[in-house]
């Protein structure tokens, strides 16, 4: 994990930045209530365990969460805060 | 005969509702569509036991919040539809986020039946289920599927009959949100029984949940002072004991409950493997691979849909046009001219101006729906995304967009592949932009006539990127004024590979096929004739042709038509473009379809037949036009007024004359705007 990037994370940062591979806790997503409403009802809520299947700069990156992939763009990523996952 | 049985299906996107609809109604369903919205949805009947069962299949949805059309008709289906029983199909390698709309169905007071779809991906990961303790923790009845095997189907149906003709139908039990909300939910019900006596219709919980969640419908609909002010209090409230809106701590509520009973109930025997969809998108969605291999999928695509469409259309049309020739040679000249050409030009032209097009829209839609069922163009989109979002477009705006330069009718159709309403808007107003297959002949008349051979090949590029480039400039444009707004983010499921059935891709050509004769094609038909007729009254009197060879006397009729007056009197307005009325009569013909330009500049030109004679053709349009003159006539052609298929399918496909006027208008302008720019810079610069 990259150091913190984002203020009051715990090693935290975002999406964006994570490696390939890398299992993490979403902390929060940065965004409007109608969107983070949207992106909950699709499992995306605090404290779920993503894992970060592809990673390749610039383009949109692919994340394993409650037995689903999920395409997420780079802006997106960039708005959504995450810790490194420790333990269950 | 007792009343129906009146089923919705829901379900998550990808969840395998579709087949299990085809498989439950066989082939007795059609297709309905809301009025209004693009949104479609499904409905077939079936009997068992004695009763008629009519199913309507809704659109798949991940919630019951009212931010996309799915969700607002699935919504409005289920709240105000009231159905006697909802079958939620419920995808069991996926089963979290699927029982979160199960979840709200419940809270929706409506009987529920789950029927839980085993997938060979469930059964790859291992995973084991313990459905009789999962259906005594939600309270619903749940019945094993295997959607592809039709396993499960005698017991879904058995389900659907004992659940609605029970004396309690499994209605499930809502679930408890914990004191605090618990506390707001109850007296935003006590406030909406005392202020909105029966507007909750005995929903006065769901309701209560839905405006705390925010919900825009509702809060329009519960407009009460004293309603929106106990809501908001509360909300507030909420938010400062929880540290979050209500929607999300709601949200993290049903999540937290059903990942409670999933522990209880499932069990993985394997570690999460590595699927077999993982390996296919080493290669199909490489960083580098990638690319390419869509390149060349759409390549066949394109293949498929034009070359292999060619044939059939061209049988077609030359079926019809001997059908128009039978009629001419059947019918004696001299009696009743005018009814005999308004059958054999009007509309037997018009029936084969919208006949032409459906071998090319049904192979499209057999492609479409091939990459659609295989999750392919979830990952073309995937790919795609990175260069679509800087024209602030959808990764999935590619397809219908490179289908363009075959042919906009169709690309509009494949629009429906776009989920949000201001990106399929988008991308159809632009579309006519991409250079289509019926411009093409214009050009090989246009260029050849007025350009030597090395710079042939350039004036076709350019016209081609010219058209690119303002396709790319109106999407940003348009996504900084009319559909403004944060760019849709992509967050969008990968769903894993399936072979697709023969069925779906089969029901899928029927369907579009038969929309689009009977909605688009009607319009075609009606403006071929409106066509006919301007290019025929007023007729030239007998005297004034007398003498004149039979080329000439084509020319004169059309002169002396409608088309032809209006040609002459846009003559002032064409003129800054560099067109006289010939140029501006040959374009009003051409509305029919881009490629009547020519065979219309063939008739007031006087040569005989435009194909056979082009080259006389192109040495009159020399001797009557600049170089320029030509090229503006192109840029023209390419830019402006986009064929009556294109109004018509724009119309159909966006729900309004409005947008499809709007279009039609807004090209147009450009166009000329365009056209006089480059022709009066090109004369002041000497050509």
Same mark, same amino acid.
């Given at each position: ?88 | ?219 329009? +609909?519960?407009?009460?002072? #004293? ?116 059958? %054999? ?75 949000? +309403? ?122 004034? #042709? ?10 004169? #009729? ?23 009325? +010939? ?35 192109? %040495? ?68």
């Amino acid at each position: 994990m990259t150091p913190a990037r984002t203020p009051g994370g715990r090693g935290g940062t975002v999406l964006a930045s994570c490696k390939g591979g890398r299992d993490v806790r979403l902390a929060g997503i940065r965004a409007g209530r109608e969107l983070r409403a949207r992106l909950a009802a699709m499992g995306l809520v605090p404290g779920i365990r993503l894992r970060v299947m592809r990673q390749e700069g610039g383009g949109p990156l692919v994340v394993a969460l409650r037995g689903m992939r999920l395409a997420i763009g780079r802006v997106m990523a960039e708005k959504m805060d995450v810790e490194p996952w420790s333990g269950s | 005969m007792s009343r129906p049985i009146r089923v919705a299906l829901a379900g998550n996107p990808n969840a395998g509702k579709t087949t299990l609809f085809n498989l439950l109604t066989g082939s007795r369903q059609h297709v309905a569509n809301y009025p209004g919205v693009t949104v479609e949805s499904r409905e077939g009947t079936f009997r068992h036991r004695g009763h008629e069962i009519v199913v309507t299949d809704l659109p798949g949805t991940y919630s019951l919040t009212s931010y996309t059309e799915e969700e607002r008709v699935a919504r409005h289906h289920l709240a105000d539809g009231a159905p006697d029983l909802v079958v939620q199909v419920i995808d069991a390698s996926n089963l979290e986020r699927n029982l979160y709309l199960a979840v709200q169905i419940v809270e929706l007071g409506l009987p529920l039946v789950l029927a839980f779809n085993m997938s060979d991906l469930a059964r790859a990961r291992g995973l084991e289920f313990d459905l009789p303790r999962l259906s005594a923790l939600l309270g619903i009845p749940i019945v094993p599927t295997v959607g592809h095997k039709g396993q499960g189907l005698a017991e879904l149906s058995d389900a659907i009959v004992d659940a609605a003709t029970a004396g309690h139908p499994p209605r499930g039990v809502p679930r408890h949100y914990g004191p605090d909300l618990e506390a707001a939910i109850g007296s935003v019900e006590a406030v909406l029984r005392e202020h909105a006596p029966g507007a909750a219709a005995g929903r006065e919980r769901w309701t209560a949940l839905k405006l705390l969640e925010n919900d825009g419908e509702l809060r329009r +609909r519960f407009a009460h002072p #004293a309603v929106v002010a106990e809501v908001e209090a509360r909300q507030k409230h909420l938010q400062s004991l929880g540290g979050d809106v209500p929607e999300m701590l709601i949200a993290d509520r049903r999540y937290g409950f059903i990942s409670g009973a999933c522990t209880e109930t499932v069990r993985t025997t394997a570690e999460l493997r590595h699927t077999a969809s993982d390996r296919i998108d080493a290669v199909l969605a490489h960083p580098l691979l990638g690319i390419p291999i869509f390149l060349a999928i759409m390549y066949a695509v394109f293949t498929v849909t034009f070359t292999l469409g060619g044939p059939p259309m061209e049988w077609l049309e030359a079926g019809i046009g001997a059908l128009a020739d039978l009629v001419r040679r059947a019918w004696p000249e001299g009696r009743a001219d005018l009814l005999r050409s308004l059958i %054999a030009d009007g509309i037997l032209g018009g029936v084969g101006g919208v006949v032409a097009f459906l071998p090319n829209i049904v192979l499209l839609f057999a492609s479409i729906s091939i990459l659609e069922d295989s999750g392919y163009m979830a990952r073309a989109a995937f790919l795609m995304d990175r260069l679509m979002q800087r024209v602030g477009l959808h990764g999935r705006s590619f397809i219908p967009l490179l289908v363009g330069f075959g042919c906009t009718v169709p690309a509009i159709l494949a629009t429906r592949t776009l989920e949000s +309403r201001r990106d399929r808007l988008t991308t159809m107003l632009v579309l006519p932009l991409m250079s289509c297959g019926a411009r093409l002949p214009i050009y090989t008349l246009l260029i050849p006539a007025f350009f030597p051979e090395p710079a042939r090949a350039p004036v076709l590029w350019l016209l081609y990127l010219t058209g690119i480039v303002l396709a790319v400039l109106g999407a940003l444009a348009l996504r900084r004024t009319l559909f403004r707004g944060e760019a849709e983010p992509l967050v969008m499921e990968l769903p894993p590979y399936r072979a697709p059935t023969v069925r779906s891709v089969v029901t899928h050509m029927a369907e579009r096929g038969w929309q689009y004769l009977r909605k688009a094609g009607t319009v075609i038909l009606a403006i071929s004739i409106v066509l006919w007729a301007l290019t025929t009254f007023p007729r030239l009197p007998a005297s004034a #042709a007398a003498g004149l060879t039979e080329e000439g006397a084509r020319s004169a #009729a059309m002169a002396h038509s409608a088309a032809g007056r209006l040609g002459h009197g846009l003559e002032p307005v064409l003129r800054p473009m560099g067109f006289d009325w +010939r140029a501006g009569t040959a374009m009003i013909g051409a509305f029919a379809a881009k490629e009547v330009f020519v065979a219309q500049l063939g008739i007031v030109f006087a040569v005989g037949n435009a194909e056979e004679d082009v080259e006389s053709l192109r %040495a009159r349009l020399r001797k009557a036009y600049t170089p320029l003159q030509g090229l503006c006539m192109m840029l023209f052609m390419l830019v402006g007024t986009p064929c009556m298929a294109t109004v018509a399918v724009t119309r159909r496909e966006s729900g309004s004359w409005r947008w499809a006027i709007a279009q039609f208008g807004v090209l147009t302008a450009i166009a000329y705007a365009l056209t006089t720019a480059v022709f009066q810079a090109g004369r002041l610069m000497g050509y």
